[in-house]
């Protein structure tokens, strides 16, 4: 490639990238400056190119402009963060990285790379402040009435399973060992969450939720271990989740989605209790009880290498696992009746109960959304209800569409033709692998030859489906 060409291509590069470049020459002239460095800068790239540095930045001196810095030591310098008012009076705050530039072992120039952190900063600074506030608001609602948060007589079930579960959650909310508890989307997790921290000794302190998946790592981490003044992406002090969180009980919802070196300091914390803002080198003790949710099984999370295995095995101390809805259906005539109390009270309204059509459906339905979907689908058709009975015609269309499609799972094959007057008699396997195959036939020709939704309306595996499928052709 020639010359020129190299130059352009560097040039179009450097010309979009969306952090500032300064680079100046062993004389600290300036011989490239992009656009962005400009901005920041409050300046036009020809108001810089070809000067002395130190004529058009006229505050800075060889000891406080890194770049001269640079050139005279010929070190590096790295993730330097620099706050300064630009020649428009605007504040800019930037982490920058400054490198000397080498020809053989002659030093030419020195380029600094400047990230500008105002934004990320601001939503950090925003977050830390809604949150200190969101948990203060908490703990004096919480003081004066407990109306706020859920106890354990909020957990409406009459399946066993669940009742042992809940023993077991009373149990555990005497001591503050962590917890760990995995459940389908809208299970339940957070009403086990806040009744254990409720019927424990820290209900009077604070209780916070803190969804790992919501934030972008260095935030959720700025978030959990604060920050110290001129730290990198807060200015301030502030104090973390753990801190705010002194003496109760910190839920970090959605685990897996926290990135595996956070994941390292989260387990540090749990063995030693200490914290550190980020930026600062002091410790503090503090005495909250972790507890963490996982939507997805927490061994195949770990095998997938989402969740780190020590930590899995220090949160695991006590763990509980929710059932979905649709393997507790004693629990749905119940759920159903709660919360038409529930919106009749609200809603002004007095309607009775679900006719038998609706409740055979909704012990047929697979309820992906679990007690939260149940509780929607109610509000939903109590807002279309104006009889005493919540009717088929007041479910919500996707509801409706989706048991239909579950008939093929649910609404057993008609037995195979082995009726006697065949005149031949078959062996159970021979029957059973007919009806296998006509099953694994219609579920296909209802999903179009989808073989995951088929495998899904069959309840097995996909890959036991296409074990299955690729047998038959063999077979054949
Ligand atoms: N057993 C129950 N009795 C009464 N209400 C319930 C029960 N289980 C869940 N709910 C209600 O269902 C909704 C969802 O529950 P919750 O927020 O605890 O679920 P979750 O498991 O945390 O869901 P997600 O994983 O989506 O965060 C809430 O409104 C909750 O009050
Ligand atoms: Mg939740």
């Known amino acids: ?29 300036t011989i490239y400056y992009n656009h962005v460095a400009a901005r920041l800068d409050g300046l036009t790239p020809e108001e810089v190119l070809g000067k002395p540095l130190l004529e058009v930045f006229p505050s800075l001196d060889r000891e406080s402009s890194t770049l001269l810095r640079v050139i005279e030591n010929g070190e590096p310098i790295y993730n330097q963060p620099q706050t300064y008012t630009n020649w428009k009076g605007m504040r800019v705050e930037t982490i920058n990285t400054t490198l000397p530039v080498r020809v053989g072992r002659r030093l030419v120039g020195a380029v600094e790379v400047a990230k500008d952190i105002r934004k990320l900063k601001e939503l950090s600074e925003r977050l830390l402040d809604l949150q200190a506030q969101v948990s203060k608001t908490k703990r004096t609602r919480r003081a004066d009435s407990d109306g706020v948060s859920y106890h354990f007589e909020d957990i409406i079930t009459q399946s066993d399973t669940m009742k042992q579960i809940k023993e077991r959650a009373r149990r555990a909310a005497r001591t503050s060992s962590p917890v760990l508890i995995y459940g389908e989307t809208g299970t339940g997790k957070e009403l086990f969450v806040q009744s254990i921290h409720q019927a424990s000794v820290r209900r009077g302190k604070p209780f916070i939720a803190q969804n790992c998946a919501a934030l972008p790592a260095s935030l959720l981490e700025s978030l959990l271990f604060g920050t110290t003044k001129g730290s990198f992406t807060g200015a301030d002090d502030r104090p973390g989740l753990f801190e705010l969180a002194d003496g109760g009980t910190l839920f970090l919802d959605e685990l897996n989605s926290m990135p595996l070196d956070l994941q ?49 095995y220090r949160i695991n101390v006590v763990s509980f696992e ?9 629990d749905i005539g119940l759920l159903t009746r709660h919360f038409i109390d529930k919106y009749n009270h609200k809603f ?99 999903t179009d030859g989808n073989i995951l939704r088929a495998a899904k309306l069959l309840g097995i595996p996909r890959q036991t489906l296409q074990y299955k499928l690729s047998g038959r052709t063999m077979k054949q």
Request: negative net charge.
């Open 322 to 330: 929710i059932p979905p809805l649709r393997c507790r259906t004693e």
């Open 348 to 446: 002004h309204m007095t309607v009775s109960g679900v006719t038998e059509e609706v409740a055979q459906l909704f012990r047929r339905y697979d309820w992906p959304g679990n007690v939260r979907e149940l509780e929607h689908v109610i509000e939903a058709a109590m807002n279309m209800a104006d009889e005493d009975f919540i009717g088929l015609e007041h479910l919500p269309q996707h509801v409706l569409e989706r048991a239909q499609q579950e008939r093929v799972v649910h609404v057993p094959v008609s037995l195979p033709t082995s009726s006697p007057a065949d005149g031949e008699k078959r062996t159970l396997p021979e029957v059973l692998s007919e009806v296998e195959e006509r099953m694994i036939a219609e579920a296909l020709k209802e």
């Open 1 to 29: 490639m020639a010359m020129s060409e190299t130059a352009e291509m560097l040039q179009a590069i450097l010309g979009a990238i969306d952090e500032g470049i300064h680079v100046v020459d062993a004389d600290g002239f």
């Open 264 to 312: 390292a300091k989260l387990l540090r914390v749990l063995q030693d209790g200490q914290i550190r803002r980020i930026g600062s080198g002091k410790s503090t003790q503090v005495d909250v009880r972790v507890i963490a949710a996982v939507n997805e099984p927490p061994q195949e999370v770990v095998k997938r290498g989402a969740l780190r295995s020590d930590l899995y």
